[in-house]
């Protein structure tokens, strides 16, 4: 292990659209979904939806389909892929859900890379029904954020994340998302840590209003192509701090009685 967690957001992030809408507009159920969005929670408005989509005899083979051809950038796997052979400890933060993002995660063959995913609860019931629920059971124990949507905090999530990993302080977090609910977690990273916000999208346009309130290092991409670039490098950049703090603390004393015996050699050579 590298000592590096990669926390990814999941839409636009990972896959280059919105799931939830990517499956309400390929079948056809944007005005509907549109008509309700103003009346009722976005988390609560998906569960909805599946009633409907449901109720016209949409099966979930035909939306497992749908989500199978959902666009991607051609680096992200690879990305994926490198940072994990790396090392990597690999996790997603949501708030799509879990039937959506394990559908496509297991049709794309990544699934694995992951070490833990954090979603709203997604599962296809008795009558063959996909549920949607919320991550936070919001009427029960609000969280309280005024950051986030009622259903989920991503920065709950990351304390956690963050909790966990206590013990090991040198490890180091990377976080890569696109949305207003990434900004929460955004503000949990610590000085050792970076933040890798979409360039343009919304966490971009929150961080840019006053990018002191990070502690994190700031690092855009704006396309898959460059969140690969940016990703690897910070990768590499954190494996050479650790390096050269190696060196500092344990070689000082036998690379300065290098460099005290290099110039006595020079001098003997005729
Ligand atoms: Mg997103
Ligand atoms: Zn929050």
Not at 18 to 30: M, R
Not at 151 to 172: A, H, P, V, W
Not at 257 to 266: G, I, Q, T
């Amino acid at each position: 292990m590298s000592g590096i967690v990669v926390v990814f957001d999941f839409d636009k992030t990972i896959v280059e659209c919105d799931s939830d809408n990517w499956v309400i507009d390929e079948l056809g159920f944007t005005d509907l979904f549109n008509q309700l969005l103003p009346t009722m929670p976005w988390n609560s408005l998906m569960d909805r939806m599946m009633m409907e989509l449901h109720s016209h005899g949409i099966t979930i083979e035909e939306i497992e389909k749908v989500l199978h051809r959902i666009p991607i950038h051609p680096r992200i796997i690879p990305a994926l892929k490198s940072a994990h052979a790396l090392g990597c400890d690999m996790r997603i933060v949501s708030d799509a859900n879990m039937f959506f993002i394990e559908t496509i995660l297991k049709h794309l063959g990544i699934k694995e890379y992951f070490s833990e995913i954090n979603t709203n609860p997604g599962y296809v019931n008795e009558e063959g029904r996909l549920r949607i629920l919320p991550y936070h059971d919001f009427n029960k124990s609000p969280h309280g954020c005024t950051l986030c949507p009622p259903n989920m905090c991503k920065g709950l999530i990351m304390d956690r994340i963050q909790d966990s990993m206590s013990n090991e302080d040198e490890k180091r977090l990377i976080y890569l998302g696109d949305g207003a609910g990434d900004y929460c977690p955004s503000l949990r990273l610590k000085e050792r840590d970076f933040m890798m916000p979409r360039k343009n999208f919304p966490v971009w346009d929150l961080i840019c209003k006053n990018p002191l309130l990070l502690k994190a290092e700031i690092h855009g991409w704006s396309d898959g192509e460059e969140q690969e670039q940016v990703l690897l490098h910070l990768i590499n950049k954190i494996e050479m701090d650790k390096n050269s703090q190696f060196i500092s603390s344990d070689c000082k004393l036998q690379i300065l009685s290098v460099s005290d015996a290099l110039p006595k050699v020079l001098s003997v050579r005729p």
